[in-house]
């Protein structure tokens, strides 16, 4: 072969040569996986490598988590050089780029977008969106979550909060999305409701004066007053959060979106309880619960107040109740009558006492006699005038 050939080959050879330098985008194939790195073939003289920070945005344990091999992939020249033949490669910084682009776009049109979870930090949870997305704990339901511990792996709809591209900052929220369909879907469950119905609910809150009810999509509050038959202080003392219950509808009020439910209208009622339990002339033991000027109202069963009547609340008699009761006070009651229907009992207190005995009279005591004294009839009558009256007669002398 002639010089002149043999030249013109080899300038042709390095015509041909691909010419790599720092910041060029290249595409390639992953070739092998290894726990730190992924390899890649970019149609080089030699294979490029991933390392693992460079794999994705966020934290992952080895190469797998975020690539596969086969898998056809775009990628950013971090370093190269051809005398040691190191080609590091990074998959991040091309993602990041679209990445920002793309969440622009999602914040513009508010659209939803999803997610896995890719760690559980302190005060929220960190996802991959291309970049390292942060969803604040306040953000990521409508309820409060106490321990995210197993939310990590999970794949949530968001919708992008804030992006600042020069401080990295991504901030997302599932909260948004879950109360927009929410509120939604509030209105079309409104609509086909409607009083005395009785629902399958499932409790999601307690507070001071009832507990919130899930009924498929919406809350209605059930009074402390609506919780039970029975005076309830707390309605921790009937119901916990997660208990599956039923209630009924007492009252909706579309405009102001408010549902108000109750527990104690799908139980039976204390009145109910009442029949076959007690029976007239029954002594049972009861608690005081209010006092009148004309008797006592006891509590002989949860809900079931009678009334004592003043004259049947002691032997002796009594001004007020006030003075031999007072509420709260637990007494032995005689069931004297019962009405189911117009939901009374009458009871008394005195007839489980014995009746305390009459005290004995005390005798009397005979008129001491005047002694006799034999007068001749012939002087009686002078006696009488003379002696009885001879005083007063004489002042008329």
Known sequence: MSEEIKVQEEIQDLSNVVVLKKGDTVKGKIVKLEDNQAIVDIGYKYDGVIPLKELSSVQIDNAADAVEVGQEVELKIVSINDNKETLVLSKRAIDSESAWTQLQEKLDSKAVLEAKVSDVVKGGLVVDVGLRGFVPASMVERHFVEDFSDYKGRTLRLRVKELDREKNKV???????????????????????????????????????????????????????????????????????????????????????????????????????????????????????????????????????????????????????????????????????????????????????????????????????????????????????????????????
Request: charged share 25%.
């Open 171 to 397: 901030i997302l929220s599932q909260k948004d999305v879950l109360d927009e369909e929410y509120e939604q879907g509030k209105k079309q469950i409104l609509a086909g409701l409607h009083v005395g119905q009785v629902l399958d609910g499932t409790v999601q809150r307690l507070t001071q004066f009832g507990a919130f009810i899930d009924i498929g999509g919406i809350d209605g509050l059930v009074h402390i007053s609506e919780m039970a038959w029975h005076h309830v202080e707390k309605a921790s003392d009937v119901v916990k959060e997660g208990d599956q219950v039923k209630v009924q509808v007492l009252k909706l009020d579309p405009d102001s979106e408010r549902i108000s439910l109750s527990l104690k209208a799908t139980q039976p009622g204390p009145w109910q309880q009442v029949s076959g339990k007690f029976n007239i002339g029954d002594v049972v033991t009861g608690t005081v619960k209010r006092l009148a000027g004309f008797g006592a109202f006891v509590e002989i069963a949860p809900g079931v107040e009678g009334l004592v009547h003043i004259s049947q609340i002691a032997h002796r008699h009594i001004g007020t109740p006030h003075e031999v009761l007072k509420e709260g006070q637990e007494v032995n009651v005689k069931i004297l009558d019962i009405n189911i229907e117009q939901e009374r009992v009458s009871l008394s207190i005195k007839e489980t006492e014995e009746a305390p005995e009459a005290a004995p009279k005390p005798e009397r005591q005979p008129r001491a006699k005047e002694p006799v004294v034999d007068i001749p009839a012939s002087q009686s009558l002078s006696l009488t005038l003379g002696e009885r009256f001879g005083d007063k007669l004489s002042k008329f002398k």
